[in-house]
């Protein structure tokens, strides 16, 4: 039986790796600061624990597993990556869990090892033009992300390919788009677009008034989890390296996104844009390079993914007011 570590696997992308790793017949270990929230972890072993501690990360890379997936950070959406309260913390936290475990995983010869990465690393100067962002995976330097959040990212990219090159540890690199669906953070403050516009329609009455930060006009393209899943694997199992980006091409604005949620909701409400941060104001996944390396491209469109989205952040929101 081949066996398989996931870090992160309290969180939302991580713990549906778990559930894939395991319809796949693989024997599963997850660890985090927490259980899953919205659903019990199928993990054969899970580990309560904080990737931040050596000894931890020692602990659980106690064999040589056939993969590793290294989703931990300390993240969130714009209201938590953009207003600068929390980049020390960001920085700090994700970069010690990243130095933790790459070495963990070399002492222990592991050799294939998956690390989360994201499209905030792109240089902001390449995102300034709603309508024409460029995130081709060449684009990246000179580096200038709009984020500490996204100079975290890089580092971490080129400490895992630096383990490549110099242990043959067959890393693998992948650049998140915007990843949503059924069982993400969809209240409390690290939710990100496609959650909380969910939330806020699901909550409000026909006629009623939700708040977005900006105009509005800004744009991004947003992949269903289920999509990412099978990307993550399609690259980790693979003989390229990456960095590859992991998102979908149907770029949006953060307008035509509340409006495609109403019409999903059968709602009519009104939008009022209030000051807030926003980050860049256009990105959008370039799949040029996985799809002619990789053969992979999203399957599911925007709309498909947030009726199935709606639906679920409709429910908790029924939860809550009972």
């Known amino acids: 039986m081949k066996q398989a570590l996931v870090c992160g696997a309290g969180g939302f992308i991580a713990s549906h790796m778990v559930k894939r790793l395991k319809q796949e017949g693989f024997w599963v270990r997850g660890v985090d600061l927490k259980y899953p929230e919205f659903s019990e972890t199928p993990a054969d072993d899970f580990v309560i624990g904080d990737l931040r501690d050596q000894s931890l990360c020692r602990e659980i890379v106690d064999r040589k597993y056939d993969e590793v997936y290294q989703f931990a950070?300390?993240?969130?959406?714009?209201?938590?990556?953009?207003?600068?309260?929390?980049?020390?913390?960001?920085?700090?936290?994700?970069?010690?869990?990243?130095?933790?475990?790459?070495?963990?995983?070399?002492?222990?010869?592991?050799?294939?090892?998956?690390?989360?990465?994201?499209?905030?690393?792109?240089?902001?100067?390449?995102?300034?033009?709603?309508?024409?962002?460029?995130?081709?995976?060449?684009?990246?330097?000179?580096?200038?992300?709009?984020?500490?959040?996204?100079?975290?990212?890089?580092?971490?990219?080129?400490?895992?390919?630096?383990?490549?090159?110099?242990?043959?540890?067959?890393?693998?690199?992948g650049r998140f788009h915007n990843i949503f669906g059924p069982e993400g953070t969809w209240t409390g403050g690290k939710e990100k677009a496609p959650a909380a516009m969910c939330r806020k329609v699901a909550q409000a009455k026909d006629g009623d008034t939700i708040q977005i930060w900006g105009d509005g006009k800004q744009t991004r393209s947003f992949l269903i989890v289920d999509e990412c899943i099978e990307g993550v694997l399609r690259l980790t199992r693979s003989d390229k390296t990456g960095p590859y980006n992991i998102g979908s091409e149907e770029m949006v604005s953060i307008n035509q996104l509340v409006e495609m949620v109403m019409e999903i909701a059968g709602k009519k409400i009104h939008v009022e844009h209030i000051p807030g941060p926003t980050g860049v104001r256009g990105r959008n996944s370039d799949n040029t390079l996985i799809a002619k390396e990789l053969g992979w491209a999203p399957s599911q469109s925007l709309r498909q993914g947030l009726e199935t989205t709606y639906a679920w952040v409709e429910e908790q929101v029924r939860k809550g007011q009972k």
Not at 74 to 92: C, K, N, Q, R
Not at 106 to 127: D, G, I, L, T, W
Not at 135 to 147: K, R
């Open 73 to 173: 950070a300390d993240m969130g959406g714009a209201g938590y990556i953009f207003t600068g309260e929390h980049d020390a913390d960001v920085m700090s936290n994700s970069a010690t869990i990243n130095l933790n475990m790459v070495e963990a995983c070399r002492k222990r010869n592991v050799k294939r090892v998956f690390y989360s990465s994201s499209a905030c690393m792109y240089p902001a100067y390449n995102q300034e033009d709603p309508n024409n962002p460029n995130c081709a995976e060449s684009s990246a330097y000179p580096a200038a992300p709009d984020s500490e959040y996204g100079w975290e990212k890089l580092f971490s990219e080129r400490l895992y390919l630096a383990y490549h090159r110099n242990y043959k540890m067959e890393s693998r690199v």
